[in-house]
């Protein structure tokens, strides 16, 4: 039998383009969203101008300056506490060897007590071959039983006194604790801000090293030429007030000579002679400060440091003063309380002249407008306008 033809229509190949729709569409949503990305992500921080790299160095220095300060007034804290702790345990041990002389003498009466057995007096009396020896031995007993009294109620004080001080060492402990961890709080965040100034001048183009250098050689120039009015002014103040101290001594010297009362000129002098006196002793004081701080020109700022081989800023000024005999504090928040606070105008040399509002920095004045100093870390003690930072306040110690 012969096959028959199949009436099936053959299917035609349709050759379908969805899935590769699909991959372009996929693909250009990808590129589209890549793009979209790139478009909307946040551009790279621009590099900030040299200006601006010095405003935010000199402003971590003066943090670091504050945080030294902090440190320095822990660090001083921490010692007083640590000597204060030490004697207290001291004290301690002796009060607890008293303690136990009083515990071994107690020890000795009651074994006494123990030995003679507890036997009543009136059967002591009875059965002693000599009663007059019993009446002896029984005054004897009478005053041994007070120094038992004694000896116990010194046991009790000595007992009272040990546990009080006892108590006073455990809570001066635990303040030299605290202390202790202000002190590495204090020198951490010293460490945090030079590190961050160190990274900042690091990533910093040769060409942008010269130009902060350029900067900083354009703001001591011009806080030179402040340093050179402020001199200018005062020298010509000192020859006012030399020419009109002058002119005294002449019209002092004519009413003498004319005889108008001898006693009376004589009277009137001492004034100024006594001031004259004040200020040649604090200039006598002032010059050995000088002497010693210009030795220490050269030497290397470190944080945290009073010498003598580094200083910062306040242990420089602290033991410059302390050549003069004049014992000062650790802190310049501490060394600005000291002594008599004086105008910039009438500054003298031996002054100490504080800077920023917090008060995190200090240098000695040496005249004419300028100062010596240890500066910031990476530098050396030196000789500097006064002019070169903004002016606190300024305070003559002696």
């Not at 000599?130 to 004694?150: I, V, W």
């Not at 004519?254 to 001492?270: A, F, H, L, R, Y």
Request: charged share 25%.
């Amino acid at each position: 039998m012969p096959v028959l033809a199949s009436h099936r229509k053959p299917r035609a190949k349709v050759r379908t383009t969805t899935p590769a729709v699909g991959l372009t569409t996929a693909a250009l949503a990808s590129v589209t969203l890549l793009s979209t990305q790139s478009a909307t992500a946040a551009p790279a921080e621009p590099k900030p101008a040299v200006e601006e790299v010095q405003k935010k160095v000199d402003s971590l220095y003066r943090q670091a300056g504050a945080a030294t300060q902090e440190y320095n007034r822990a660090k001083a804290a921490s010692a007083a506490q640590q000597t204060k702790v030490d004697t207290l345990l001291s004290d301690v041990a002796k009060r607890t060897e008293r303690i136990n002389e009083a515990r071994r003498a107690l020890g000795s009466y009651a074994a006494a007590q123990y030995r003679n057995g507890g036997i009543g007096p009136a059967a002591t009396f009875f059965l002693a071959d000599d009663p007059q020896g019993y009446f002896d031995q029984s005054r004897l007993m009478d005053r041994a039983t007070e120094r038992q009294q004694r000896s116990v109620t010194e046991f009790r004080k000595q007992q009272a006194s040990a546990a009080k001080k006892r108590a006073e060492a455990v809570k001066s402990l635990e303040t030299l604790t605290e202390t202790q961890a202000t002190l590495a709080s204090s020198k951490k965040d010293v460490q945090t801000k030079l590190t961050e100034a160190r990274g900042l001048l690091s990533r910093l183009t040769a060409e942008e090293k010269a130009r902060l250098a350029e900067l900083e050689r354009k703001k001591e120039a011009e806080a030179k030429e402040k340093a050179a009015k402020l001199a200018a002014r005062q020298a010509a103040e000192a020859k006012e007030r030399a020419e009109a101290e002058e002119k005294a001594r002449e019209e002092a010297a004519k009413e003498s000579s004319d005889g108008s009362g001898t006693g009376s000129g004589t009277g009137t002098d001492p004034g100024p002679g006594t001031g004259s006196g004040t200020d040649s002793g604090y200039a006598a004081k002032a010059e050995k400060v000088l002497a010693f701080a210009r030795a220490q020109i050269g030497k290397p700022y470190v944080w945290g440091a009073s010498g003598p081989s580094s200083y910062d800023c306040s242990g420089l000024t602290q033991a410059a003063w302390r050549e003069a005999g004049v014992t000062l504090p650790r802190t310049t928040w501490d060394q600005v309380e000291v002594g008599t606070r004086v105008a910039t105008a009438d500054l003298k040399p031996g002054d100490l002249v504080f800077f920023y509002d917090d008060i995190s920095h200090v240098g000695i004045y040496k005249g004419d407008g300028m100062m010596i100093h240890a500066p910031k870390p990476g530098a050396n003690v030196r000789e500097e306008s006064i002019y070169y930072m903004p002016i606190y306040g300024s305070v003559r110690p002696a």
